[in-house]
Antibody, heavy 125, light 115 residues
Framework: EVQLLESGGGLVQPGGSLRLSCAAS????????MTWVRQVPGKGLEWVST???????????YFADSVEGRFTIARDDFKNTLYLQMNSLRAEDTAVFYC???????????????WGQGTMVTVSS | QAVLTQPSSLSASPGASASLTCALP?????????IYWYQQKPGSPPRYLLT?????????GSGVPSRFSGSKAASTNAGILVISGLQSEDEADYYC?????????FGTGTKVTVL
């Protein structure tokens, strides 16, 4: 069974940092691009970042304008784990963060075919 | 970044067909775009439904019933999700998505109520 299990959410002060992790199982993690999507409770979905499968020159990374320069995405194909490092957090970053498997490997223009249950991040003093 | 506009809500009777629209901004050609559709029920993560580019380029999500289908309306530059034979279990929020200028963009979402 394909599973994605997020962890690392919690309460953090504005300006602080947090690292989310996503443990993947049930599929060949290294062959898949991976994505983070967030959702303010009661609101719509917002794409955050995507990382392609690793290639000879590394993995390609894509970020939403709203997080560019503050968030970084990384993957460890040996541990089958996806990460999201979030720095300079703001109140408007408060949301449920979903770890998502992309159907293909390059991360571009593809479906998000498996979703984790999500982890809540709250940015507040 | 681009904004995909969806009606905020739609109501229909069991057994009816519902057409959910996803309007692309004028600078984005729906004919050249893959449109992805997701369903989200309260308290659950979204579920991938399907991808539609054309009748010759489309994909159904695993386990998604064939009564969920995609189409496009070139005249209004919109993607369309059609749900045929509505069932009570189809009550949910539905989101469209595209890839544009190196980024993914989600639609504003439509809440479907089955009366």
């Amino acid at each position: 069974e394909v599973q994605l299990l997020e962890s690392g959410g919690g309460l953090v002060q504005p300006g602080g940092s947090l690292r989310l992790s996503c443990a993947a199982s049930g599929f060949t993690f290294g062959n898949s691009a991976m994505t983070w999507v967030r959702q303010v409770p009661g609101k719509g979905l917002e794409w955050v970042s995507t990382i392609s499968r690793s290639g000879r020159s590394g993995a390609k990374k894509y970020f939403a304008d709203s997080v560019e320069g503050r968030f970084t995405i990384a993957r460890d194909d040996f541990k089958n784990t996806l990460y999201l490092q979030m720095n300079s957090l703001r109140a408007e970053d408060t949301a449920v963060f979903y770890c998502v498997k992309v159907a293909g490997g390059d991360g571009q223009d593809d479906g998000f075919d498996v979703w984790g249950q999500g982890t809540m991040v709250t940015v507040s003093s | 970044q681009a904004v995909l506009t969806q009606p905020s809500s739609l109501s229909a009777s069991p057994g009816a067909s519902a057409s959910l629209t996803c309007a692309l901004p004028s600078g984005v050609n729906v004919g050249a775009s893959r449109i992805y559709w997701y369903q989200q029920k309260p308290g659950s993560p979204p579920r991938y439904l399907l991808t539609y580019k054309s009748d010759f380029s489309k994909q159904q999500g695993s386990g998604v019933p064939s009564r969920f289908s995609g189409s496009k309306a070139a005249s209004t530059n919109a993607g369309i999700l059609v749900i045929s034979g509505l069932q009570s279990e189809d009550e949910a929020d539905y989101y469209c998505k595209i890839w544009h200028n190196g980024a993914y963009v989600f639609g504003t979402g439509t809440k479907v109520t089955v009366l």
